[in-house]
């Protein structure tokens, strides 16, 4: 992923989570379990994160698919001390959303969604090939 690419996931990470109270981090990941993009956390802990968070997303997805529950649209773990919100962007790649206890749990599910929304949208976008040039 080029610098250009990492800096707008960042930015559109940054204006998406920043407004959800006791953010503390999150991760982009392909579906494959790769880290893409982190935001706010040290690079070693959003991979350990990505790798964990894929196989959450893929048994939920295997789950949905057998009991014909179509598209997986966000989970949501609930721990002591932290929450963390699973979203899926476009056709491959999931966000992994990390807030403290301190975040309301509507604003953390809405501005997850709404950032997987963008993300999704920018990462399916096609890259623009150059026109011919004309003789």
């Known amino acids: 992923m080029t610098t250009t690419q990492n800096d707008a996931i960042y930015s559109i990470l940054d204006n998406n989570l920043s407004r959800i109270a006791g953010i503390q981090g999150a991760v982009l990941l392909a579906n494959d379990g790769i880290k893409l993009s ?12 990505a790798a964990a968070a894929s196989g959450i997303a893929s048994t939920m997805k295997a ?27 476009g056709s491959g790649s999931t966000l992994i959303v990390v807030a403290s206890r301190k ?7 809405g501005e997850t969604v ?12 096609p890259e623009r ?4 040039a004309s003789s």
């Open 114 to 125: 709404r950032a997987a929304q963008a993300l999704g949208e920018w990462l399916d976008t």
């Open 38 to 49: 982190a935001y706010m956390l040290e690079r070693d802990q959003a991979e350990r994160v």
């Open 63 to 89: 789950i949905s698919r057998e009991i014909d529950g179509g598209g997986v649209i966000r989970q949501l773990v609930e721990m002591d001390d932290r929450y963390l919100c699973i979203v899926g962007c």
């Open 103 to 109: 975040a309301r749990l509507g604003e953390l599910g």
């Open 129 to 132: 090939s150059q026109a011919p």
